[in-house]
């Protein structure tokens, strides 16, 4: 019995909304570690998005997303994943779902890493790849396909009731649903013709026990003295429905009702037509020879789990399905003498989204390859906004964010501010800007020695217009007693601006507001 770990999910921080720049921000020298998510088979990089983005939230660790030719040999996309490491530390770790595992423990025999986790990949071979090069995945799917086609497309053509019913319809069904088959089985699993990547993923191949092999006996001693490992197995925790379990994950349960729904009507029907037909139809022999034919389709329907199981080499000697992710039973998954956790429930196509995965290679980074967590020191700073426009007399409102190694945002931090004019834009120790006169001024933060800019442009409005869209457009008041005054006394210092960040003087009573130098 395996083991299985279960570990809490990784807390998840989120990202503030904050506008950046260049100008806006400015960080400290980059130590995160270095960590290479690679994809597998018919997939690419974007589809480790999720596990990076969320791992990177806990670890201090650079993630990179490179993608493949990954129908091309394995060695080729080997030396095209080393390439993607150019430049890298020997620190650099790997994490690899299915064909990446590989891919990951061979360009380790041409450069340096410091550890590699491997998530339901194919350490001994995929029984299913061998099938797919001798066309027996295929043969079987058209049988399957026509299977399920002949009795409907016989008595369409062969009873004048069904006739009315299905002629036209129903013409080309046995067709349409032996391609169907076909294309489930080449295009949503890629198994498309003579893929050359297929050879390397057999059972026994040079790439994985040949001289040279990943698995060659001088090749794991060295992995095992130099290299910290973790295997991620996946069990799908059913054998129902493996097809749809390896082709198309999340309508498993609705297909695999379909299927044996399917099973019961056409087992119905021919036990229908052999034994119950009515003497008196003019087609009654018609219908009763043609009754092996539903009997036919409801033994495909019945048998397509075990062919699956036996395609995807989980069928064992008791006539049973053992533990697989639907395309790669979990003997072997298992990483060879590397420490190795199991999970259960997702399948092969899903095992990179999966929070238990997840949270595996969480367990990993942080105990096994002793990758720091992310700390609540401030790493770098921005600024938001980067940029404000006002006319004289208004005001806005800046403010600093920290963010950590990681980049994950540790929330507002209090900065010194300085202005590079104050007689364009002041600014006061909370962060309200004050437009004083036309021109451009640029407004810093300074955090624990960093610091990130904003930028103020100070514009005077011609013949009372309004240059700045965000606002409504609305004449400037002046003080009492200036040119075009309204009246009124001088109002105190505003409160602190709206979320938009600009502000502006009272219509009634009007004033400028004061200077603060």
Known sequence: MRAIVIIPLVRIVGMLAIGTSTAGSAAAQDTRQPTFFVHGFNSNGESWKQAADRLQQQYAIRTYRPSFQWYQPLDFQTYALRDHMAGQPDTTISIGHSNGGLLARRVNQLRPLKAIATVGTLHRGAPLAQHVLNDNVIYWGRWLGYSVADPVFYYAYNTDDWWWWFAWPYANFHWNVGFGMDAILRYNLGLAFDFTVLRDMTPGSDFLEGPLGVNADWNVAREIASVRRVGITSDAGTALGGLWLAAAPGSWGALTSIQYTAFFIYAAAGDYYLNYGDYNDPYYYEKRAGAWLWYQGAYALWTMDPYWCIFTGAWDNNYGCVPSDAVVPVWSQYYPNALNFGVVGPAHMEEKQSPAVQNHLGTALGFVFDTRTCSNNVAS???????????????????????????????????????????????????????????????????????????????????????????????????????????????????????????????APATRLPKTR
Do not use: M
């Open 381 to 507: 700073i921005a600024v938001s906004p980067t940029s404000l426009t006002l006319q004289p007399g208004w005001w806005g409102y800046v403010s600093a964010v920290g963010y950590n190694e990681c980049n994950a945002s540790v929330g507002s931090v209090g900065a010194s501010w300085s202005s590079s004019d104050p007689g364009v834009a002041s600014v006061d120790a909370s962060g309200n800007v004050y437009a004083n006169a036309a021109g451009g001024a640029t407004i810093t933060a300074t955090v624990s020695g960093f610091t990130a800019r904003a930028y103020v442009n100070v514009q005077t409005p011609d013949d009372g217009g309004c240059t700045d869209s965000r606002l409504p457009c609305e004449p400037i008041a002046y003080a009492k007693g200036a040119t075009g005054a309204t009246g009124g006394a001088a109002s105190p210092k505003p409160e602190r601006p709206p979320q938009d960040g600009v502000g502006r003087t009272s219509r």
